[in-house]
């Protein structure tokens, strides 16, 4: 089952579990990589009782799925600024996850869940897919910097402004979107960073979408600003940890999960001044236990034929999104 937001999903997942006779893995974006990889993992194996998958388009990319049906719950998505209907690609490109070439489906079938949304699948599937006529480019740190020189600035959200406004280019390629550098470039053109340190932090896996993953970079950026060197507070401390019971808990986590992805990444580009690597990559899996501890609790399963928690992990403990609101201030008080 395809559908286009985290709400959807859950909803679709209760709504198939209740009827009692499937239970379901869950797949999209904001999940962490290691729990799709896991929730992929259960609904390919036969032995698991998970027989359907519910996501959004993020099975189209990365992952190996044993699928024989497809079903669009919608034709529609909110893509950031507006609801539209699918484009030919995204249609082709999620429906081809039914039936693959040396999967144990290698013929497949794609429905709509409703029947007004079938004659743009139909049509949508016999349309041939567009020629890719033109590559999409990045600026580079090199182009940038020279822009940078002969300006005499080194305030990048400017500097990235101008060069996309004036870069031309062959008619093979076009300037890929750098709405997210901008965002990032306005944040790190307040903090006393050289040139190169602001362009790497504008090529971060940060999600500027969300407001906890954009503090958490704005937090260690201005960290590494100011000191050099940024620690990062153990956000999780034994005994006060909980699995999330509601959908927001569980946003809340993900982007906790972001955060430290990102003190991850950073860590590899700016080695000696992020030097707690391995707490934060061990974080990151706490996280990922406590949103597959979630996602097995909100499986539905008939009176009598639940399953027991895995005993060895009991994540009952008190999860708290204030710690990480507010961690990075402690850390600054003390530290004065």
């Not at 859950?10 to 290691?34: F, Q, R, T, W």
């Not at 390629?173 to 006393?192: G, N, Q, S, T």
């Not at 808990?249 to 080695?271: G, I, N």
């Amino acid at each position: 089952m395809v559908t286009f937001s985290r709400r959807e999903i859950y909803k679709l997942k209760k709504k198939i579990e209740m009827a009692g006779n499937h239970l379901c893995s869950v797949v999209y974006g904001s999940l962490p990589p290691e729990t799709r990889t896991k929730q992929a993992t259960m609904f390919n194996d036969e032995a698991s009782d998970l027989n359907v998958l519910v996501a959004s388009d993020a099975i189209g990319m990365g992952l190996n799925l044993n699928i024989s049906r497809i079903i669009f719950s919608t034709l529609k998505k909110f893509d950031g600024i507006c609801t539209r209907e699918l484009t030919v690609p995204e249609i082709k490109q999620i429906a081809g996850r039914a039936g693959r070439y040396g999967s144990k489906f290698p013929v497949g079938e794609v429905t709509c869940l409703d029947a007004e949304d079938l004659p743009l699948l139909h049509s949508s599937l016999k349309s041939p897919s567009p020629i890719i006529e033109r590559a999409g480019l990045f600026p580079t740190f090199d182009l940038l910097s020279v822009y940078s020189r002969l300006h005499g600035t080194d305030f990048l959200h400017p500097i990235l402004e101008r060069f996309l406004d004036k870069a031309k280019l062959s008619p093979d390629y076009f300037i890929a979107d750098c709405e997210d550098m901008l965002k990032v470039a306005a944040i790190v053109d307040e903090l006393p960073l050289a040139l190169h340190d602001k362009y790497v932090f504008c090529q971060s896996p940060v999600d500027v979408r969300d407001d906890i993953s954009t503090q958490g970079l704005t937090q260690f950026a201005e960290n590494y600003a100011k000191k050099g060197t940024v620690r990062l507070k153990e956000i999780f401390t034994p005994g006060t940890l909980r699995v999330p019971t509601t959908h927001n808990q569980l946003q809340e986590l993900e982007s906790v999960h972001k955060v430290l992805e990102l003190y991850v990444w950073l860590s590899y580009r700016f080695d000696d001044s992020f030097p707690d690597r391995e707490l934060a990559a061990s974080q990151k899996s706490i996280c990922s236990m406590l949103i597959e501890e979630y996602l097995e609790r909100s499986g539905w399963q008939q009176q009598g034929q639940r399953r027991v928690l895995r005993t060895p992990r009991k994540l009952r403990r008190e999860y708290d999104a204030l710690q990480l609101r507010g961690y990075f201030r402690e850390i600054d008080a003390r530290s004065k």
